[in-house]
């Protein structure tokens, strides 16, 4: 079965620059979620979309900004990095909402 | 706001013991507890869940109760195994939104 593709697994960047992050969720999934996970501690909610429109916005930096497309893939665009969002970045998505979660298998970003 | 308290942070039981994974949560509009296992590096993984109007589910070796006034939900593993170590995470949302609210985890390790 299709499951949560997140792309790319890893991925180093410099302090001060971009990054993007995709996330293609299982297919027919309206609700797409983002995580951020730092080493030992819980995912830490950033936003999500529902139908393509964003709907709960959590602990989301304003250099950080996401969107969901047409073809219901979402991006996470993160400006001037900081050493501290190094982190695993996870991807989720879930038909409807208060309902099982599927998450991707994440991205690593290290900020150096 | 909304939080999910977990505990314990670590736990460890003897190969056919059981465990059991309690959380709280504040915000008394969660309606749906869904549990999450993540082994090192890898991605959360839906164990089991539970819904307001149901007090216990059973899944084999695995069981989520779920006392509402309370607002507390518990994981019980029984027969435990050494594959069963792992980072167990609790979760709350809530009708209306778009997120999952996780518990801090546990970090279950059995010995064989």
């Given at each position: 079965a299709a499951g949560v593709i997140q792309s790319p697994r890893h991925l180093i960047k410099e302090k001060?620059?971009?990054?993007?992050?995709k996330c293609y969720p299982i297919p027919r999934h309206d609700t797409v979620y983002w995580y951020q996970q730092?080493?030992?501690?819980?995912?830490?909610?950033?936003i999500s979309f529902y139908e393509k429109m964003q709907s709960d916005k959590g602990s989301i930096p304003d250099r950080f900004s996401a969107q969901q497309f047409?073809?219901?893939?979402?991006?996470?665009n993160m400006s001037s990095l900081e050493l501290g969002d190094s982190a695993l970045y996870f991807c989720a998505s879930s038909y409807n909402r208060n309902t099982e979660a599927f998450f991707g298998q994440g991205t690593r970003l290290t900020v150096v | 706001g909304e939080n999910v308290e977990q505990h314990p942070s670590t736990l460890s039981v003897q190969e056919g013991d059981s465990a059991v994974i309690k959380c709280t949560y504040s915000d008394s509009a969660s309606n749906y507890f869904p549990?999450?296992?993540?082994?090192?590096?890898?991605?959360p993984q839906l164990i089991i869940d539970i819904r307001s109007n149901v007090g216990?589910?059973?899944?084999?070796?695995?069981?989520?109760t779920l006392n509402k006034t309370a607002k507390h939900f518990s994981l019980h593993i029984t027969e435990t195994q050494p594959e069963d170590s792992a980072v167990y995470f609790c979760a709350a949302s809530k009708e209306g939104t778009y997120k999952y609210i996780f518990g801090t985890g546990t970090r279950l390790k059995v010995l064989a």
């Open positions: 001060r620059e971009t990054a993007t992050l730092g080493p030992g501690q819980d995912p830490q909610f950033l047409s073809d219901y893939h979402s991006e996470l | 549990w999450y296992k993540q082994e090192l590096g890898k991605r216990e589910k059973k899944d084999q070796r695995i069981a989520v």
